[in-house]
């Protein structure tokens, strides 16, 4: 049975959030085609509209691992060195190859913002190799035209054309945390 979470307390549109607007808009969670359950837009969203802010007060450190119950599939690492344990809805998000949304850090706040225009009832979608590093890979099934199939987490992995479409989604803390490559890549990027 699906979930209603309204991602916004109020039912009016409103710019508290860092300058962010935000729409009344709310989120389920409901069975994928792609993996599990998933995030599913409840409205129609524009591209640039924020989806949903996250909840990133959870972290997992030494002092306070993962409690019983607690999926190590549900941990977001950050560049910035946090490892956070995500809330719902934003836990549920399936990665696609050609993702309807991108992460957007402001203010130190975490948000979904839609990549294109979403309709009601589609899945939200993340690249998980945009801000991600690290020697994993995994098998694919997000089912869209581009999808890559063998998907690696190291972004620097994706070829190169798709490494500069996804610059301007790259946080400003990965971009700290790897300065050179992605220096290195803007070269390539306007040489073309
Ligand atoms: C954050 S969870 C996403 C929510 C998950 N569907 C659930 O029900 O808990 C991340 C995990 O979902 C699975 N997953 C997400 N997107 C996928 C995809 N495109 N293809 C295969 N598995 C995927 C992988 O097992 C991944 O480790
Ligand atoms: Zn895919």
Redesign the pocket.
């Known amino acids: 049975m699906a979930r209603t979470i309204v991602a916004q307390p109020s039912g009016r549109p409103t710019k508290a959030y860092n300058g962010l607007a935000m729409d009344p808009a709310s989120v389920v969670v409901k069975q994928?085609p792609?993996?599990?359950?998933?995030v599913f837009a409840a409205t129609d969203f524009h591209e640039g509209d924020v989806i949903l802010r996250f909840d990133d007060s959870r972290l997992v450190t030494d002092e306070n691992p993962l409690r019983e119950g607690e999926?190590i599939?549900?941990c977001a690492w950050l560049p910035d060195g946090r490892v956070v344990y995500?809330q719902e809805p934003e836990?549920?998000?399936?990665?696609?190859?050609d993702p309807s949304a991108y992460i957007k850090e402001a203010g130190g706040v975490r948000y979904f913002v839609a990549r294109r225009e979403i309709s009601a009832g589609e899945e939200i979608?993340i690249d998980?190799s945009i801000d991600n590093w690290g020697d994993v890979w995994?098998?694919?099934?997000?089912g869209s035209a581009r999808c890559r199939e063998t998907?690696y987490n190291d972004f620097f992995r994706l070829p190169l054309e798709i490494q500069i479409e996804y610059l301007p989604y790259l946080t400003q803390a990965y971009r700290e945390r790897f300065r050179e490559q992605v220096e290195e890549l803007e070269r390539k990027a306007a040489r073309r």
């Open positions: 994928s792609i993996h599990g359950e998933g999926s599939l549900h995500a836990r549920y998000t399936n990665h696609s190859c979608t998980y995994w098998h694919c099934d997000c998907v």
